[in-house]
């Protein structure tokens, strides 16, 4: 049989490097994967004795992996155990992110192994790895990768739940998360049709995280924009499904909005009074005109000028 292809690492800024092999398995390891495969269907024992032997190995350790994580009951050694794993996996996936970039549209040919990219792409979301997570994401998306059945749904709707699922985890505990992850998990599903309340859940986290960059500008004339940014997203979330919990964020937001508002009102309706105040020959008519385009001019003003004719004293 012959050696195990060569296959192309594209981990140097995207161009190919040196060639490297993949993983190899001991004879005792394969045996014991191939008993275990052949016990699962046909198509795998095709698949481990079939003439690709890159393919094969790829697919016998992968359904090793996957045994011994049924077998851990714990999620947090779950995650420690794929962390540890997906080096094991990063040749194999690299070579076909460069079949990708270097195919014409949308289509790609099987590779007989087509279960192992979009595993690991979840696998990466999994154990937070949030730039190989959306580069995979990016291939899956672009050639309509079928997920794993055991999966049991789509690629875009479980990209956009399971993102927002971690990011709004980690803001109920009052910690950041990647916006710009947010950003390109809605860029790569936001054409694509999924369950409103999946949909509410990314909009909420990319809301929730747009409102915390707004609270940091807060008394600055950023401010106001900010929190305009941040609601935009927010309101759609609770449009979307108005148990997505985004209410009193809106409010938060809405009122801290309108205060500003009133405040450079109020600002605006003192420096016509003060310039009224300080010049002579303008008519008193005229500076509660001035004060009056304010949105919110006191109407205590208004009606002092009228009793005297005069503006009032401070």
């Given at each position: 049989?012959?050696?195990p292809?060569?296959?192309?690492?594209?981990?140097?800024?995207g161009?190919?490097?040196?060639a490297?092999?993949?993983?190899?398995?001991?004879?005792?390891l394969?045996h014991r994967?191939t008993?275990?495969?052949?016990?699962?269907?046909?198509a795998?024992?095709q698949?481990?004795t079939g003439?690709?032997?890159d393919?094969?190995q790829i697919?016998l350790?992968?359904?090793?992996?996957l045994?011994?994580?049924?077998?851990?009951?714990?999620?947090?050694?779950?995650i420690?155990?794929k962390?540890?794993m997906?080096?094991?996996?990063?040749?194999?996936c690299?070579?076909r992110?460069?079949?990708g970039?270097?195919?014409?549209?949308?289509e790609?040919?099987?590779?007989?192994?087509?279960?192992v990219?979009?595993?690991?792409?979840?696998w990466?979301?999994?154990?937070?790895?949030?730039?190989?997570a959306?580069e995979?994401?990016?291939?899956?998306?672009?050639f309509?990768?079928?997920?794993?059945?055991?999966?049991r749904?789509?690629?875009?709707?479980?990209?956009?739940?399971?993102?927002?699922?971690?990011?709004?985890?980690?803001?109920a505990?009052?910690?950041?998360?990647p916006?710009d992850v947010?950003?390109?998990?809605?860029?790569?599903t936001?054409?694509?049709?999924?369950?409103?309340?999946?949909r509410?859940?990314?909009m909420?986290?990319?809301?929730t995280?747009l409102?915390r960059?707004?609270?940091?500008?807060?008394?600055?004339?950023?401010?106001?924009?900010?929190a305009?940014?941040?609601?935009?997203?927010?309101?759609?979330a609770?449009?979307l499904?108005?148990?997505v919990?985004?209410?009193?964020?809106?409010?938060?937001?809405?009122?801290a909005?309108?205060?500003?508002?009133?405040?450079?009102a109020?600002?605006?309706?003192?420096?016509?009074?003060?310039?009224a105040?300080?010049?002579?020959n303008?008519?008193a008519?005229?500076?509660l005109?001035?004060?009056?385009?304010?949105?919110?001019?006191?109407a205590?003003?208004?009606?002092d000028?009228e009793?005297?004719?005069?503006?009032?004293?401070?």
């Amino acid at each position: 049989m012959p050696g195990p292809k060569q296959i192309v690492s594209s981990d140097g800024g995207g161009q190919p490097t040196a060639a490297v092999s993949m993983p190899v398995m001991s004879p005792a390891l394969e045996h014991r994967l191939t008993s275990a495969i052949a016990a699962g269907g046909d198509a795998a024992v095709q698949l481990a004795t079939g003439v690709d032997p890159d393919v094969a190995q790829i697919v016998l350790r992968l359904t090793h992996d996957l045994r011994r994580l049924k077998e851990i009951q714990s999620i947090e050694r779950k995650i420690d155990a794929k962390r540890a794993m997906l080096p094991d996996y990063r040749p194999w996936c690299n070579f076909r992110l460069e079949l990708g970039a270097s195919a014409e549209g949308r289509e790609l040919p099987t590779s007989g192994a087509d279960d192992v990219l979009p595993t690991m792409m979840i696998w990466s979301i999994d154990v937070g790895d949030w730039p190989r997570a959306l580069e995979l994401a990016e291939h899956v998306m672009r050639f309509d990768v079928p997920l794993p059945a055991r999966y049991r749904r789509g690629a875009a709707p479980l990209i956009a739940e399971e993102v927002a699922t971690v990011a709004l985890k980690a803001q109920a505990k009052g910690q950041s998360f990647p916006l710009d992850v947010l950003r390109e998990v809605d860029f790569l599903t936001g054409d694509v049709d999924m369950h409103d309340e999946i949909r509410a859940k990314l909009m909420k986290a990319l809301g929730t995280e747009l409102a915390r960059e707004a609270d940091n500008v807060a008394g600055t004339p950023e401010f106001t924009a900010a929190a305009a940014r941040a609601l935009e997203p927010l309101r759609r979330a609770q449009d979307l499904h108005d148990r997505v919990g985004a209410k009193m964020t809106i409010g938060r937001l809405q009122k801290a909005i309108d205060g500003v508002a009133r405040a450079a009102a109020d600002e605006a309706t003192k420096a016509a009074i003060e310039a009224a105040k300080t010049d002579t020959n303008k008519p008193a008519a005229s500076a509660l005109a001035d004060a009056e385009k304010a949105p919110t001019a006191p109407a205590a003003i208004a009606a002092d000028t009228e009793q005297t004719g005069q503006p009032p004293v401070a």
